[in-house]
């Protein structure tokens, strides 16, 4: 039995180490945290009182995250800038590595919903701070204690919605370019007689940029912005 095989359009096991698997959704979340880990040092190694370069771009990222985080959380809610741009780079880039031949760690259902239930999570973690556990708690009772069991579903379903949309988009994308990727090598062998994936290096480069680049950063988008909904939406 070869342990290294596929299984549908899931993840791969990359290694093991002893008998524990370890899938490629792991490793390539490990190589995401790496690149994040060396441009952040080597993006604040030597900041000037004047930025220029890359530290010009740097700032202009933190000033639209914190923008973003004050516009949709409000001022007194500024603080929750640097998880907003951890939460959106990391799903941002998670989204677009497929560009580098690589499966995207979000087009795995665990990891899309171990995002989601951390937003969940700080959603009552800072509902039941800001109101206290006895404020929070009636808010499930309006506008009528009878729709209690619905908004409670209703708050259930929030996190295994925003998971699996996230999931849904980007694994749509990988199996629609597997797909492209077997059916232009098919057409390529029976018009040639012989395999010569011409075709494959061009046709899919303009679904490539769709798929990975436009619906990818949308998605993080998308993500972020209903996290920062939900958390703020609780505390107020």
């Keep these: 039995m070869n342990r290294m095989g596929t299984e549908g359009f899931g993840p791969r096991v990359a290694f093991y180490i002893g008998d524990i698997p370890v899938s490629e959704t792991v490793t390539v979340t490990w190589l995401i945290m790496a690149i994040l880990l ?14 220029k370069g890359l530290q010009l771009v740097v700032e202009t990222i933190v000033k639209v995250i914190n923008n973003l985080t004050k516009q949709n959380m409000g001022e007194h809610n500024a603080n929750f800038a640097p998880f907003v741009g951890t939460l959106l780079i990391f799903i941002g880039v998670s989204n677009i590595i497929g560009l580098l031949g690589l499966r995207p760690p979000t087009a795995d259902l665990n990891t899309t919903m171990c995002l989601s239930i951390t937003t969940f999570v700080l959603t009552q973690y800072f509902g039941v701070r800001q109101k206290g556990l006895g404020g929070y708690s009636k808010g499930f009772l ?12 209703g708050e259930l379903a929030n996190p295994v919605s925003l998971g699996f949309r996230l999931f849904g988009n980007i694994v749509a994308g990988v199996i629609i370019m597997a797909l492209l990727y077997g059916a ?24 490539h940029v769709y798929f990975d680049m436009f619906s990818g950063l949308l998605q ?17």
């Excluded at 952040?40 to 900041?47: E, F, G, V």
């Design 38 to 51: 060396v441009f952040s040092i080597i993006a604040t190694r030597n900041l000037q009182k004047e930025a």
């Design 142 to 153: 309006e506008p009528i204690p009878f729709l209690l069991p619905l908004n409670i579903i």
């Design 184 to 207: 232009l090598g098919i057409f390529t062998e029976s018009l040639l007689g012989f395999a010569v994936p011409f075709l494959q290096a061009g046709v899919p480069a303009v679904l």
């Design 220 to 236: 993080s988008f998308i993500f972020t912005m209903l996290t920062m909904v939900f958390i703020s939406g609780a505390m107020e």
